[in-house]
């Protein structure tokens, strides 16, 4: 993931490993976070691969400055054209970068992870149904408090992302 993070950050220009932490701090550092002793392996894994470019800065710092080649950039655009998927909050990192891709694309992509969310919300209530009633007949409802705390953080929480994804279809201010 961190490459492909990387080499997203690296679509917006040249930088230096300390610029490329900096804004990946700025911007998605809620969602997904990386450190310098993982970024500098991945840069030089990417020059390896031949997805970036390295420059030597000759400064007194011995910066280097990175490029994302051809390659590189079609390696990090078939990479945010796959499908959506819940694991690790990924989708989070590939819509951040959805400005990058045609139209199309994100509209297909987000319906689609639209459905799968919907679907889960259904599951969940379905769940959510069998559970009431069965808790209807305990006399110790309370011992089960954590286990339903949770299927309602999963109701609340797929709803919440529903409605988002709702509104980046849609283009909605927020």
């Given at each position: 993931?961190?490459?492909l ?13 300390y ?8 911007t ?7 450190s ?15 997805f ?5 800065t000759?400064?007194s710092?011995n910066?280097?400055?990175y490029?994302?080649?051809n390659?590189?950039r079609q390696h990090f655009?078939?990479w945010?054209?796959?499908?959506l ?11 951040f ?14 319906h689609?992870?639209?459905?799968s ?5 259904n599951?969940?209530?379905?769940v959510?149904a069998v559970?009431?009633?069965?808790l ?5 409802k309370d011992?089960?408090y ?8 999963g ?18 201010n927020?």
């Open positions: 993931m961190i490459e993070v990387t080499l997203g950050m690296l679509m917006q220009g040249r930088m230096s490993g610029d490329i932490k900096k804004i990946t701090e700025q998605i550092g809620t969602f997904y976070k990386m310098y002793g993982s970024l500098y392996p991945a840069l030089k894994r990417l020059v390896t691969e031949g970036v470019t390295e420059e030597e000759n400064d710092k910066k280097k400055l490029t994302v080649t390659k590189g655009l078939e945010l054209s796959e499908p998927k819940s694991n690790k909050r990924e989708y989070m990192v590939k819509v970068f959805y400005d990058y891709l045609d139209e199309e694309t994100k509209r297909r992509n987000l689609d992870y639209q459905r969310i919907e679907r889960t919300l599951q969940l209530k379905a959510q559970v009431s009633q069965e209807d007949q305990l006399d110790k011992q089960y954590y286990r339903v705390s949770t299927m309602h953080y109701l609340k929480f797929f709803q919440m992302e529903n409605e988002w994804i709702k509104q980046i279809i849609n283009k909605e927020f």
